[in-house]
């Protein structure tokens, strides 16, 4: 494989502004992931039998349990399906489509090795993905706090999703008292 950038051995520390920027990126990511399985919880459990045995609701809870352990995309996936599922959602797709854009972010900046640029400003993501596609642009503060304000927005329209239900979004386990 060609080599992407400086031998592996090299370490570059990022700028503490920098560094402090792709930490509130991952954060939202964070926070994103978990907005999306308290979506998935609240729409699940909105369409459920108001008469289910206890082994059924135990079955119900096993399965929500999962959703702690699923990856970005799985999580994308089984709320797109759940959106299906419940009547009276509007821009599935497009909320869909978004929420893929940001997966794609968030790969790339929670596995990217990070290299400096000849603009003190910028920073290049050394990164292959899956696909063997390797990112190109250079990052700078700016593009992140775009994409931190992106993933945020997006949250914002998938707790809209979760409101929508009646259920505001425990998880399984809180007290809702």
Not at 32 to 37: D, T, W
Not at 44 to 68: I, N
Not at 70 to 76: A, F, N, R, Y
Not at 145 to 165: K, N, S
Request: with cysteine; net charge negative.
């Amino acid at each position: 494989m060609a080599r992407i950038g400086a031998p592996p051995e090299s370490h570059h520390p990022l700028p503490a502004d920098f560094a402090a920027g792709l930490g509130q990126c991952v954060a939202s990511f964070g926070w994103l992931e978990e907005i999306i399985k308290r979506t998935i919880f609240a729409l699940d459990k909105a369409r459920l039998a108001d008469d289910l045995t206890h082994k059924q609701l135990q079955s119900w809870m096993v399965r929500m349990g999962h959703l702690a352990d699923d990856s970005m995309g799985t999580l994308i996936d089984q709320l797109d399906a759940a959106m299906r599922r419940h009547p009276g959602l509007h821009d599935r797709d497009r909320i869909t489509d978004r929420l893929n854009r940001i997966k794609h972010q968030r790969n790339l900046l929670c596995h990217a090795s990070w290299r400096p640029t000849e603009d003190p400003g910028r920073w290049h993501p050394a990164f292959v993905s899956t696909k063997g596609e390797v990112y190109q642009p250079d990052l700078s503060l700016e593009d992140l706090t775009r994409i931190r304000e992106e993933t945020m927005r997006i949250g914002a329209e998938v707790l809209r999703v979760m409101r929508a239900t009646g259920i505001l979004g425990y998880w399984a386990g809180d007290d809702e008292s």
